[in-house]
C-alpha cells in the first residue's frame, strides 16, 4: 500500500516535469501564475528537494553509490551514446546540423561538464548535479546518523546554512563563468542546487510536522510574499543551466524557489487522492526519468510527422531544435506538443527495457549454458 506522503510527491514530480515539458517547447509555462512562479527558478529544484526529503542514510557506502551509479550515471552513459550514433547519423546521412560529434570528450568527459553534447538529451544534464549533490548531502550527514542511529536536529539547519552559502556563491559567480563548459561550472551546478536539497532534509526532518495551516490561508500567504519580492524584483530569473541572467539577489531567488516549492507542494497534497484513482499518472509519476531523457526526441518526431504540411520550415527544423511548428491556435497545439511528447518519451522508455530485459535473457542464458557445457 503506498503511503500518502508518497502519493503527494508522486503528484509532485508529475507537477515538476510538466513544467519541465512546457518550457522546452514554448514561452507558454501554463502554471507560473502569471509570471510569479516562473519555471526556470524552481522546475528542477522541486527534484533536488524530492531527492533530499527521501535521503535514506541507513544505507551502507557500498549500496549508497552501487544504487546511485547504477540509477543515475550509468544510464546517463548509455543514453549519451545512444543519441551520440543518432546524433551522427542524422547529421551524416540526414542533412541535419544538431548536436556535436561522435568523440571522446562528447561520449566520457561533456556529460559531466556540460550535457548538452548531442542536444536530444541535454535535459539529462542535471543528473550530474543531482549525483554531486546527493553524495555530499550522504557523505556529510552519514557519519552523524551512524554515531546515534539518527542525525541530530542542528546538524540538518547547519547544513541547510552551509548548502544556502554554497548556493549563493554558485549564483554570484555563476555569470563570471562567461558560459564555460568545464569542473567548473559543474561545481556550481552542484553548490547551486545545494540548498534545495538540504531544504527538502530539512522539511522532511524539522519543518514537515508544522506544515498545517488551512489551505487557503496557506497559498495565500506565499502568493503574496511571492508577488512582493517579484514587485521589488519584476526582472529576476536565470537560466540554471548556465546560472547566468540573475537579475535578482541570490538570496531572494533561493527565497522565491523555497517559496514555490512549499507551493506546489501544497497543491500536490490537494491533488495526491488522484494517483490512487488513476495508474496512469502513477506510470507517470514512477518514470519521469523516461521524461526528462527523452521529451526532445518527443518533440522531434512530432516535427517530423508535420513536415509534409506547406508551411513547414525544414532548414529550421534540421538546425534548430527550439523550431516548434503549430497547427492552428498555438496554445491548443502546444498542449498537443505536451502529451504527445511525454507519450512518446514513456513509450521508448518502456520498449528500452524491454529490449534491455531481452538482451540480459540472452547473455545469462548463453552463460548458463556455456557453464553446462564446461561441466
Not at 551524416?92 to 561520449?107: A, D, K, Q, R
Not at 543551466?241 to 524557489?257: F, K, R
Not at 511525454?342 to 545469462?364: D, M, Q, Y
Amino acid at each position: 500500500m503506498i503511503k500518502t506522503e508518497n502519493n503527494i510527491f508522486k503528484m509532485l514530480y508529475i507537477i515538476a516535469i510538466f513544467m519541465i515539458v512546457d518550457g522546452h517547447i514554448g514561452s507558454y509555462d501554463y502554471l507560473n501564475l502569471n509570471n510569479l512562479l516562473r519555471y526556470q527558478n524552481y522546475h528542477i529544484a522541486l527534484f533536488m528537494f524530492t531527492s533530499g526529503y527521501f535521503l535514506n542514510l541507513s544505507r551502507s557506502y557500498q549500496e549508497f553509490f552501487s544504487r546511485k551509479i547504477s540509477r543515475l550515471i550509468i544510464p546517463l552513459y548509455l543514453w549519451n551514446l545512444f543519441y551520440g550514433i543518432v546524433c551522427f547519423c542524422l547529421n551524416n546521412y540526414g542533412n541535419f546540423s544538431i548536436g556535436g560529434e561522435l568523440n571522446f570528450y562528447n561520449l566520457l568527459i561533456a556529460p559531466i561538464t556540460d550535457g548538452h553534447q548531442y542536444i536530444y538529451n541535454m535535459a539529462s544534464w542535471f543528473l550530474v548535479p543531482l549525483f554531486f549533490v546527493q553524495t555530499v548531502g550522504f557523505l556529510i550527514l552519514k557519519p552523524l546518523a551512524d554515531k546515534k542511529s539518527v542525525c541530530p536536529q542542528w546538524s540538518y539547519l547547519i547544513f541547510f546554512i552551509i548548502s544556502l552559502i554554497c548556493g549563493i556563491l554558485a549564483l554570484h559567480f555563476g555569470p563570471e563563468n562567461n558560459g564555460e563548459r568545464n569542473l567548473t561550472l559543474t561545481i556550481l551546478r552542484t553548490f547551486y542546487f545545494l540548498p534545495s536539497f538540504a531544504f527538502g532534509i530539512l522539511y522532511h526532518h524539522a519543518l514537515e510536522k508544522y506544515d498545517t495551516l488551512n489551505t487557503p490561508l496557506y497559498l495565500c500567504i506565499l502568493l503574496t510574499i511571492i508577488a512582493l519580492i517579484c514587485y521589488r524584483y519584476p526582472g529576476y530569473n536565470h537560466v540554471p543551466s548556465w546560472l547566468d541572467s540573475v537579475n535578482a539577489p541570490a538570496l531572494a531567488i533561493y527565497i522565491l524557489s523555497f517559496l514555490a516549492i512549499l507551493f506546489w507542494l501544497r497543491v500536490a497534497k490537494v491533488l495526491s487522492p488522484f494517483i490512487k484513482q488513476s495508474t496512469s499518472l502513477k506510470y507517470i509519476s514512477n518514470h519521469t526519468f523516461d521524461i526528462m531523457m527523452h521529451h526532445f526526441v518527443g518533440l522531434m518526431l512530432i516535427k517530423a510527422m508535420l513536415s509534409g504540411l506547406p508551411d513547414f520550415n525544414h532548414t529550421a527544423y534540421k538546425t534548430n531544435i527550439w523550431y516548434n511548428y503549430f497547427l492552428g491556435s498555438e496554445e491548443l497545439s502546444a498542449w498537443g506538443y505536451i502529451v504527445i511528447t511525454i507519450v512518446i518519451a514513456l513509450l521508448t522508455g518502456f520498449t528500452s527495457r524491454l529490449i534491455g530485459a531481452k538482451i540480459k535473457n540472452i547473455i545469462s542464458n548463453k552463460m548458463l549454458l556455456t557453464g553446462r557445457n564446461k561441466k
